[in-house]
């Protein structure tokens, strides 16, 4: 019987998933990993999501990758799970594969590769949300879906009963609009995804950070929000200024290339970059660890 937790707060960090020389799970760098978020203090987890590249591992990394998760977190923290593919169907597979595990939530992005219309969108979340029991949180991504959530969309998703919150990293009108009308909802939370203002995010009405740099420095979303609700802006302004200065190392060869040279520098072995992301070099190795040690991180 799934464990499920209607509503969710605070920070939550996008795992990475790191891998072997045959991209099957590096699984000390993924009981590593999971350990420095929750010593550091993070509310949840989200495993297998974009930072997770789970529409780039073989079936069977998938599967080990959530075995592995919930047998570290062991119930400390709600662990959110990446399962949006590329149909209704291929992601209600998916889903089935999480229901094995005591998941707080499933985190969908739209579908990708055709174009959908919002009718069209709108009935694929309908659709899963009565598929499983779990609770649903859309995730807005269309950097890299090609689909922007309009917020008339998302209003109508959130009268679904276990469609429960939304992941916003899309339009910033969309989500300073779903921010505002959802801030004293008690069915229906909205998290940021943007990295560069989770501070002013938070005081327009997010209940809450979703960010793959804090698998890299979770301690710098911590302090954002420890910062926010001690009304301390400044300190949290200035928490938010090192994520941007962090989020450089992404441009380092490739996104997951620069993200795993940062992340064996900081002790979590694996490689983060699947193929056919562009591998760490010697010369983005060595951008990260100046970076890394200019930042005190390492």
Same mark, same amino acid.
């Given at each position: ?86 149909? /209704?169907?291929?992601? &209600? $597979?998916?889903?089935?594969? +999480? ?7 499933? %985190? =969908?992005? #739209? ?52 469609i429960v919150g939304l992941k916003a990293s899309g339009d910033f009108l969309t989500f300073r ?18 990295? /560069?203002?989770?501070? &002013? $995010?938070?005081?327009?009405? +997010? ?7 804090? %698998? =890299?420095? #979770? ?80």
């Amino acid at each position: 019987m799934n464990q499920t937790v209607p509503s969710l707060e605070g920070v939550i960090t996008a795992l990475g998933t790191p891998l072997d020389e045959h991209e099957d799970l590096h699984e000390e760098g993924m009981r590593l990993q999971i350990r420095m978020q929750l010593e550091a203090g993070v509310d949840g987890l989200l495993t297998l999501g974009s930072m997770g590249s789970m529409q780039l591992l073989k079936d069977e990394t998938f599967e080990r990758a959530l075995a592995v998760t919930f047998d570290e977190v062991k119930g400390q923290v709600p662990v959110l799970v990446g399962c949006g593919d590329t149909s /209704t169907e291929r992601t &209600l $597979a998916r889903i089935r594969l +999480a229901e094995n595990y005591p998941v707080s939530a499933v %985190a =969908l992005i #739209p579908p990708f590769i055709f174009k959908f219309s919002q009718n069209e969108l709108f009935h694929y979340y309908e659709g899963i949300a009565e598929g499983t029991d779990l609770p649903v949180y859309p995730y807005d991504n269309p950097a890299l879906t090609g689909h922007q959530l309009e917020f008339e969309t998302i209003r109508q998703l959130s009268e679904i009963p276990n469609i429960v919150g939304l992941k916003a990293s899309g339009d910033f009108l969309t989500f300073r609009l779903a921010a505002e009308h959802f801030r004293d909802s008690e069915e229906f939370t909205v998290f940021s995804g943007h990295t /560069t203002f989770f501070d &002013l $995010a938070l005081q327009l009405g +997010a209940s809450g950070i979703i960010e793959g740099l804090f %698998a =890299l420095a #979770p301690e710098y979303g911590v302090e954002i929000l420890r910062s926010f609700r001690k009304q301390d802006y400044e300190a949290a302004a200035a928490a938010q200024r090192k994520l941007i200065r962090l989020r450089s190392v992404v441009l380092l060869d490739s996104t997951f290339a620069g993200f795993t040279s940062a992340m064996n520098l900081r002790g979590v072995p694996g490689n983060f970059a699947a193929a056919p992301f562009t591998q760490s070099t010697e010369e983005g190795r060595e951008g990260a660890r100046v970076l890394l040690e200019q930042m005190g991180l390492i």
